[in-house]
């Protein structure tokens, strides 16, 4: 069974998502449901996005489409994860639109890194969260 984690810019970025009026982001749950609920361990981990590979993790920048806005992968959203190359463990790092009010156009180097030091900490801190499909 996949063990799906957190950290907190993940949930943070995920809640200011869903508050936008109009509901427009309403639909990435959804989404991330649909690519990774019944998913195998090996799918996740053999993604063509794949943009860092550090000690025995893998780091996926994921598109996601929006099939309720009707806008494909390469419009809908970025899902940025880390997948152990170990354990079945996933930990959702970030997730930002690259259309709508809270648009983002692509996520540097300096700013994964960040994430990832961001889940080092909170992975020795107790501090990530399971991820409820």
Do not use: H
């Not at 109009?22 to 996740?44: C, H, L, M, N």
């Not at 860092?52 to 994921?62: G, H």
């Not at 929006?66 to 190359?85: E, F, H, W």
């Amino acid at each position: 069974m996949i063990i799906f984690n957190t950290i907190s810019t993940f949930r943070t970025r995920l809640q200011n998502l869903l508050d936008i009026r109009k509901g427009v982001y309403a639909s990435i749950p959804a989404e991330i449901k649909r690519e990774f609920q019944s998913a195998s361990i090996d799918t996740i981990r053999n993604n063509r996005d794949m943009i860092l590979i550090q000690n025995e993790a893998v780091i996926v920048k994921y598109r996601l489409g929006d099939k309720r806005m009707k806008l494909s992968k390469a419009n809908g959203y970025r899902l940025i994860y880390m997948v152990s190359t170990i354990i079945d463990r996933v930990v959702f790092l970030d997730v930002f639109p690259k259309r709508g009010p809270l648009q983002q156009l692509n996520i540097d180097d300096k700013e994964i890194l960040r994430l990832i030091e961001e889940f080092n900490s909170e992975a020795s801190n107790g501090l990530l969260k399971e991820y409820e499909f």
